[in-house]
């Protein structure tokens, strides 16, 4: 399992900008997705032989006390899953009451933390760091997220005392996770599946947190179902948590070749349902629709055309992507899913031959030519599979500076007609002929 890191700090010290650093690109899955609009909470960092999962927090402002409790509560639940906090607080400004209040509250957390003293640009300032002892951490790392500086010094202090990462020896069972919101019936759902009450399934959004793996087995192959909404952790319970359940379902998703996001058929969409589908995306993830409830719904045959109407708009950017229509609470159509879990599986895990992804792409240039930018054309050599979970396809190009998006979403929708990936993503990578890998 990769260690959890978590950047922590009051409003304006430049934390989403030290994650975005640290992260580096964005994955190529997710350039841009329509209709989607969140801040980054989640990401991976892989440096030297390790690999870590990065939590941004918001930042902890005592002069807003309604927006803080919730700001508070997300942070609160970062560092309980964390194993490194990195303390980011502003080189150019004296220490504030805000930053005694992240201290204060990071001192009981008894977890490890780096101070990173951020936007000191330059040496001359480096000795700034001394007035920051006061808060009680050591040691203290002068930063430039701006500027790149000191970066891997601190990527050197939050990983020296981890392991080598080693992705998790897979047994034969496949791996789904069961993700959204609270109280669309995840609980429900996976009961219904395993046909026992396992998890603790009620109204109250929220009340149960911890993911829950439980395997069974489905026409002769093994599967492990994580419920995202597993069994109510003992001792302190957040209030208010489904903000922030978002951290624990992403570690759910880290661990899963299929993700089914479940919406809520009485209540419809919002936008945080499409915040939880383009993590999974991000992830690199198989997805799975399910929309939950359908028996709080009249006129089904209508409702479902109006649904899937909804979805095609809602979320544009995965029209690959199955949509199951049932009722966990009373057992109606739950026969739908696991086919649907086993075809994303498939596409997920699918080796496509090199002789005819080739064929596929040489009839779609003959189709549509690339077009031409500055009196060059985009001229495609060789096309072959260089992954798979989920399948990426690498193009060997004259240019990859002439790969315009509209371009690249062609030549995806032209494999797709052609090899059936329903429920996964695929990534397209370009590299100019004889690039190294």
Not at 288 to 301: E, F, G, I, P, S
């Given at each position: 399992?990769?260690?959890?890191?978590?950047?922590?700090?009051?409003?304006?010290?430049g934390?989403?900008?030290?994650?975005?650093r640290?992260?580096g690109?964005k994955?190529?899955?997710?350039?841009?997705?329509?209709?989607?609009?969140?801040?980054?909470l989640?990401g991976?960092?892989?440096?030297k032989d390790?690999s870590?999962?990065l939590?941004?927090?918001?930042?902890?402002?005592?002069e807003?006390?309604t927006?803080?409790?919730n700001?508070?509560?997300?942070?609160?639940?970062?560092?309980?899953?964390?194993?490194v906090?990195?303390?980011?607080?502003d080189?150019k400004?004296?220490?504030?009451?805000n930053?005694?209040?992240?201290?204060?509250?990071?001192?009981?957390?008894?977890?490890r933390?780096i101070?990173a003293?951020?936007?000191?640009?330059?040496?001359?300032?480096?000795?700034?760091?001394?007035?920051?002892?006061?808060?009680?951490?050591?040691?203290?790392?002068p930063?430039?997220?701006e500027?790149?500086?000191?970066?891997?010094?601190?990527?050197?202090?939050?990983?020296?005392?981890?392991?080598?990462?080693?992705?998790?020896?897979?047994?034969?069972?496949?791996?789904?996770?069961?993700?959204?919101?609270?109280?669309?019936?995840?609980?429900?759902?996976?009961?219904?599946?395993?046909?026992?009450?396992?998890?603790?399934?009620?109204?109250?959004?929220?009340?149960?947190r911890d993911?829950?793996?439980?395997?069974?087995?489905?026409?002769?192959?093994?599967?492990?179902?994580i419920?995202?909404?597993?069994?109510?952790?003992?001792?302190?319970i957040y209030?208010?948590?489904?903000?922030?359940?978002?951290?624990?379902?992403l570690?759910?998703?880290e661990?899963?070749?299929?993700?089914?996001?479940v919406?809520?058929?009485?209540?419809?969409?919002?936008?945080?349902?499409?915040?939880i589908?383009?993590?999974?995306?991000?992830?690199?993830?198989?997805?799975?629709l399910?929309?939950?409830k359908?028996?709080?719904?009249?006129?089904?045959?209508?409702?479902?055309?109006?649904?899937?109407?909804?979805?095609?708009?809602e979320?544009?950017?995965?029209?690959?992507?199955p949509?199951?229509?049932?009722s966990?609470?009373?057992?109606?159509?739950?026969?739908?899913?696991?086919?649907?879990v086993?075809k994303?599986?498939?596409?997920?895990?699918?080796?496509?031959?090199?002789?005819?992804?080739?064929?596929?792409i040489r009839?779609?240039?003959?189709?549509?030519?690339?077009p031409?930018?500055?009196?060059?054309?985009l001229?495609i050599?060789?096309?072959?599979?260089?992954?798979?979970e989920?399948?990426?396809?690498?193009?060997?190009?004259n240019?990859?500076?002439?790969?315009?998006?509209?371009?690249?979403?062609y030549?995806?929708?032209?494999?797709?007609?052609s090899?059936?990936?329903?429920?996964?993503?695929?990534?397209?990578?370009?590299?100019?002929?004889?690039?190294?890998?």
């Amino acid at each position: 399992m990769r260690k959890t890191v978590c950047l922590i700090g009051r409003p304006n010290t430049g934390k989403s900008s030290l994650f975005n650093r640290l992260i580096g690109e964005k994955k190529a899955i997710i350039d841009d997705l329509p209709g989607v609009t969140r801040d980054r909470l989640y990401g991976i960092v892989n440096y030297k032989d390790t690999s870590f999962s990065l939590i941004d927090t918001g930042g902890i402002d005592l002069e807003n006390a309604t927006f803080n409790e919730n700001i508070r509560l997300q942070a609160e639940i970062a560092i309980e899953e964390a194993d490194v906090i990195v303390f980011v607080v502003d080189g150019k400004e004296e220490i504030t009451s805000n930053d005694i209040a992240v201290r204060d509250l990071l001192i009981r957390s008894k977890k490890r933390v780096i101070v990173a003293l951020n936007k000191i640009d330059d040496k001359v300032h480096e000795d700034k760091v001394y007035a920051y002892y006061e808060l009680g951490f050591d040691p203290i790392i002068p930063v430039s997220a701006e500027h790149k500086r000191n970066i891997n010094v601190l990527l050197d202090e939050i990983v020296h005392d981890f392991s080598p990462y080693l992705t998790e020896p897979k047994d034969e069972a496949i791996r789904f996770s069961v993700i959204g919101r609270p109280n669309v019936g995840k609980s429900s759902l996976v009961n219904a599946l395993l046909g026992s009450e396992r998890q603790i399934v009620s109204d109250i959004a929220g009340t149960t947190r911890d993911s829950n793996d439980s395997r069974f087995t489905y026409e002769h192959q093994d599967y492990l179902v994580i419920d995202t909404a597993g069994m109510r952790k003992k001792g302190k319970i957040y209030e208010n948590i489904e903000k922030y359940s978002l951290i624990r379902s992403l570690k759910a998703m880290e661990r899963s070749d299929v993700c089914v996001v479940v919406l809520d058929a009485y209540a419809g969409i919002i936008e945080h349902d499409k915040h939880i589908v383009s993590y999974a995306l991000e992830l690199g993830k198989a997805i799975v629709l399910v929309v939950n409830k359908w028996d709080t719904v009249q006129n089904k045959d209508q409702a479902m055309k109006e649904w899937k109407k909804k979805i095609e708009n809602e979320f544009q950017f995965i029209p690959y992507v199955p949509v199951i229509f049932l009722s966990a609470m009373m057992k109606t159509r739950i026969h739908t899913l696991m086919p649907a879990v086993i075809k994303a599986h498939s596409s997920y895990t699918k080796e496509i031959k090199t002789s005819v992804l080739n064929d596929i792409i040489r009839d779609a240039v003959a189709l549509h030519e690339p077009p031409s930018y500055k009196g060059r054309r985009l001229k495609i050599y060789f096309v072959n599979q260089t992954g798979s979970e989920p399948p990426k396809i690498t193009f060997h190009v004259n240019s990859k500076s002439l790969v315009h998006f509209s371009y690249r979403r062609y030549l995806e929708n032209k494999i797709r007609e052609s090899i059936d990936l329903e429920g996964s993503p695929i990534i397209l990578q370009f590299k100019n002929r004889g690039e190294e890998k």
